[in-house]
């Protein structure tokens, strides 16, 4: 074996040797030869240079989360679109990360189409749309439809950390998405009830996430409009700190009676407070009054640890059951909750009230609910219940049955509900991070699936990417910079060598 070993390398190293003596011989005898040689290889350097351009490569992306790749999720989004679509980029370059990533839709479908253009050289858009040629933005165009985004509009701000946050693929895609669709799906969160969040301060990253959704997103005070608007699709509660008065009242049983739907979100109760109103609604979906304490486990499995590896027992992870809203998230860490509360839901009110239920999210057996805020022990004390509690579910109100000799089609209305309203917010989790809640697990996905659900959009029904923080991103130059550069170096370190061959043989 070993003289077979030696046998090989004897004969490698003589093909090397023949080879090297070749282009002594045949090149490196004088200095024209040598010119001649130099050029081929710049020649054959130019080819293959013109020959990757040709390719169209993805360009090179050194942004945290990859933010300037076309995700797989978007481009499942748009491979089976059958209309042409352009995306105008007004007042930008080619060289620009934002015109190069609306380039990598044409890969996932030829139908679409982006360039950056000269206003002054297309009277017709300027005309259209009128803009003028100072203007800086980005038109998405199909047929009749259009969506006009700004540079602004690429960009989200947290308040919280002081990051900028880039969301220039959600904000394409959600574009791309609504000016094909027949109908922008509405959504609704019901404002002047909680002391909890708002979209505008407490939600950035929400709000950043909900750019890759096809939907629109508003705040509602019923009491200025005196009730839930018809367009409304879903309409979304937080954590109630105060009762609902009766004009709220009404005119959310009228929006479930309609068959509408509703996302629900409460946190653990601190305090008793009456909220007569807000039981009457609950009721409806065979839901009994939310209870004064906090879940917390016993299983290490089940819990986030803090930065020094130390288990939190009331920041948890709750078990994901298989469903429709939650299958992308299966088997994986779903949802991270803190201080979350269980939903006490009425087994024997489900028939009477005409209500299905469907479990999304549920603890271990061995956690247990504190309703004494002053126990500051992590043992689970004798009066403590403990069992697997109920932290997410789904729940199908029947309004009016079916009736097929008249071709009417069952009324129903759904109720997500999650004992949780943290895990959607900007605030950290544990104290010594920075990282905001919802980017937490799958707390996104959660989140963003269920609204996909209850506004019947299936196909939004995902695990998303990550909406990373611009760190660094490498620009169209750039990357072509790093590309002449790997290729460049190795020819030029051939040719300085080649050069100083033939000064040291001319010596000799």
Excluded at 97 to 119: C, F, M, P, T, W
Excluded at 228 to 241: F, H
Excluded at 294 to 311: A, F, P, W
Excluded at 376 to 395: P, T
């Amino acid at each position: 074996m070993k003289e077979n070993k030696k046998e090989k390398s004897l004969i490698k190293e003589k093909e090397v040797n023949k080879f090297i003596k070749m282009i002594k011989k045949r090149w490196l005898v004088n200095g024209t030869k040598t010119i001649l040689l130099v050029a081929i290889i710049i020649v054959i350097f130019i080819a293959i240079n013109g020959f990757m351009q040709k390719l169209n490569l993805t360009p090179l992306d050194f942004s945290q989360d990859k933010i300037n790749t076309l995700t797989q999720e978007s481009k499942e989004k748009v491979k089976s679109i059958d209309k042409d679509i352009n995306i105008f980029f007004i007042g930008y370059d080619d060289e620009d990360s934002n015109v190069e990533l609306a380039k990598q839709y044409n890969k996932a479908n030829e139908k679409i189409k982006a360039e950056a253009i000269d206003i002054n050289n297309r009277p017709d858009l300027a005309q259209k749309y009128q803009i003028d040629k100072d203007s800086k933005g980005i038109i998405v165009e199909c047929g009749e439809k259009s969506k006009v985004l700004n540079d602004r509009d690429l960009l989200t701000f947290d308040t919280s950390t002081y990051e900028t946050i880039n969301i220039a693929e959600e904000k394409l895609t959600s574009s791309i998405m609504s000016v094909i669709s027949d109908k922008i799906p509405n959504i609704y969160f019901l404002d002047g009830y909680s002391d909890f969040f708002a979209l505008q301060t407490n939600m950035n990253y929400l709000n950043a996430f909900f750019a890759n959704e096809v939907s629109e997103v508003k705040n509602l005070n019923v009491l200025t409009t005196g009730s839930i608007p018809e367009d409304c699709d879903t309409l979304v509660i937080t954590t109630p700190t105060k009762d609902f008065d009766n004009i709220a009242t009404d005119a959310i049983i009228k929006y479930i009676n309609s068959g509408k739907n509703i996302l629900w979100l409460n946190a653990a109760q601190a305090q008793n407070i009456d909220l007569t109103n807000v039981n009457k609604i609950l009721s409806l979906y065979a839901i009994n009054p939310f209870e004064m304490g906090v879940i917390r486990e016993t299983n290490s499995d089940n819990m986030l640890s803090d930065t020094l590896g130390n288990s939190i027992p009331d920041i948890i992870i709750p078990k994901t059951q298989y469903s429709d809203i939650l299958k992308d998230v299966y088997n994986s860490t779903g949802a991270v909750f803190v201080n979350a509360t269980k939903i006490n839901i009425n087994e024997d009110k489900l028939e009477e009230q005409k209500v299905e239920k469907k479990e999304l999210l549920n603890t271990t057996e061995g956690a247990y609910f504190r309703t004494n805020f002053n126990n500051i022990q992590d043992k689970k004390s004798e009066e403590e219940e403990s069992k697997a509690f109920v932290v997410g579910a789904e729940l199908k109100k029947t309004i009016k049955e079916a009736d097929e000799e008249n071709n009417q089609k069952a009324v129903v209305s759904k109720l997500i509900i999650f004992g949780e309203n943290y895990f959607i917010s900007d605030y950290p989790m544990i104290q010594e991070t920075t990282t905001p809640s919802i980017q937490y697990g799958k707390n996104k996905d959660v989140i963003l699936n269920s609204l996909a659900y209850l506004v019947d959009r299936p196909e939004d029904i995902t695990a998303r990417k990550s909406t990373g923080t611009v760190i660094y991103t490498a620009t169209a130059k750039q990357d072509r910079n790093v590309r002449i550069i790997i290729f460049a170096v190795p020819l030029l370190i051939i040719f300085i060598g080649i050069i100083v061959w033939q000064i040291r043989r001319r010596k000799k």
